[in-house]
């Protein structure tokens, strides 16, 4: 496996030269705004932006590289080399962690107060500055996300925030409403297979293409997947749908076993993500007039579509509050299963 280096070193960005462009001349008009919402699904490319943008910014916004894509900085460039090792005074970086008892991981009032704090500093350099917040929906309770308002509220001259989110309808409204949006799409199935294919080069060719498929044109959660053992916990949520409406026990407990009895304590998350993923496809295809899946069968689409909540959520907590992760499959397969 050829990993790409992780989003503030990675020197790539793969099919969001649209968005680039609009961040860049945003900047050379001199109207650039002071914050941005960089929203699209998991594993797109989202943070990659961010930090290509940032380095960019904070080198000075150099002349583009005839025929080369937007925002792209030299590997070589001071900016570039300092970003990537976390050591530029003037670019502050927020993700979530999981803190000392290593339970999910979130973005802290710790972390926020931090960006708050560098909010009120002069830039080191003289130039621009620059937050880049990743997953900023991932917070434990509203009170992060008020402290975070408060760096968008009364904003300094030359200071850009970059707010990374999956889940835009988790922010506050009223920190949604300070910042411009900035959507990213999934990337087309050829993309992505040459992406798998220059990154997984050891995988068979029919895996990879199962890969791009489940990951729905997101190359970040095709290698998430990849590493985490995606294609046989993809097994396994086949094997729950080839056997809905009733499920039988036996096989209930040998694919809890499947989830729970693996190494990678991640899993769980990845199991019920692409459980929910395959209920959403078949609920969206049925909605739109399509061939309904026979493990439709025996309830309403609203109901289907209360279940994924409850499954959602039900994954959230198991991870949260650290339960029993056989117990939380048992309970999810439960549901599914008609009596």
């Known amino acids: 496996m050829t990993l790409p280096p992780e989003p503030r070193a990675n020197p790539d960005l793969v099919g969001h030269d649209d968005p680039a462009r609009t961040l860049e001349e945003a900047a050379r008009s001199g109207r650039l705004h002071h914050a941005w919402l960089i929203a699209g699904p998991t594993g797109v490319g989202k943070a ?11 080198a000075g916004l150099p002349d583009a590289i005839p025929g080369r894509p937007p925002l792209e900085l030299p590997e070589s460039h001071p900016a570039f080399r300092r970003i990537a090792a976390g050591a530029h005074a003037d670019l502050f970086t927020l993700a979530p962690n999981a803190g000392e008892r290593g339970k999910k991981e979130i973005l802290r009032a710790d972390d926020a107060r931090g960006a708050v704090r560098f909010m009120s500093l002069t830039a080191a350099e003289g130039g621009w500055r620059a937050i880049v917040m990743e997953d900023v929906e991932r917070t434990d309770t509203q009170a992060v996300q008020n402290i975070l308002l408060k760096t968008l509220e009364e904003p300094p001259p030359r200071t850009v925030q970059l707010l990374v989110t999956a889940a835009p309808d988790r922010l506050l409204p009223t920190i949604r409403s300070r910042c411009r949006r900035l959507d990213l799409a999934p990337l087309p199935q050829p993309v992505m297979k040459a992406l798998l294919a220059r990154w997984l080069p050891e995988m068979s060719g029919p895996d990879r293409i199962r890969l791009a498929g489940i990951a729905d044109g997101c190359p ?3 290698l998430a ?3 985490g053992e995606g294609l046989a916990l993809q097994g396994l949520v086949e094997q729950v749908l080839e056997g809905l409406p009733r499920l039988d026990a036996r096989r209930v407990h040998v694919i809890a076993d499947g989830v729970a009895g693996r190494r990678d304590a991640a899993a769980l998350a990845v199991f019920f993500s692409l459980l929910r993923r395959a209920l959403a496809a078949g609920l969206r295809q049925a909605g739109r007039g399509g061939k309904a899946a026979p493990w439709l069968a025996g309830r309403s689409l609203a109901e289907w579509s209360t279940l994924w909540d409850k499954l959602g959520r039900l994954a959230d907590e198991t991870e ?10 048992l309970t999810g397969l439960g549901w599914l299963s008609m009596r």
């Open 225 to 227: 997947l990849a590493e």
């Open 320 to 329: 949260r509050l650290n339960l029993d992760r056989k117990q939380a499959v």
């Open 220 to 222: 970040g959660t095709a």
């Open 48 to 58: 990659t932006l961010a930090y290509r943008f940032a380095r960019w910014l904070l």
